[in-house]
């Protein structure tokens, strides 16, 4: 992949404390390496832990906290999973309102894992197609998604997967997405 497909896109990388490690670090270095400039953005300064499963495993920078985030400063969002993470995620009313604020203005929104529950929290799923680690596909339902068990689904200006094994797929694909909406919005 070119190292221009997504240049100038400014990406917010929403985290906390327990993300999964190879959701955030993983995707962060195909958006990197495709020329996007990736923002950690957290609740608190400082740096968030990461964890494999249940195991700690590295910290990570947080470029800007949840407070100074403006949707309109960027041009997508990735939202990495790992239960802890989502769990405190979805309660911050300031992530729900970044979150809305991307939604409502078609820019590109890529979630795995646990993720969903951001979007399920803003009351973004209604009508939107997604997967999920499979533990959390109620929980979409019945906030009005459609859920499927497939390792990436794209709807619309969305794209999910369920979990670390689907991140090549995962990354293939956000790519896609993101450099389709580069294009639409420089031809604009």
Partial sequence: M???KLNQMRVAIL???GFEESELVEPRMALDEAGAETIVIAP????VQGMKHD???QRVNVDMTLDKAKAYDFDAVLLPGGALNADHLRAEKAAQEFLRGMDQSGKPIAVICHGPWLLVSAGLVKGHTLTS???IQDDIRNAGGNWRNEEVVRDRNWVSSRQPSDIPAF???MIKLFAERTAQSKSA
């Fill in 2 to 4: 070119t190292q221009s």
């Fill in 15 to 17: 985290v906390s404390d």
């Fill in 44 to 47: 608190k300064a400082g740096k």
């Fill in 55 to 57: 195991d700690k495993t």
């Fill in 133 to 135: 680690y499979h533990t």
């Fill in 171 to 173: 990354n293939r694909e």
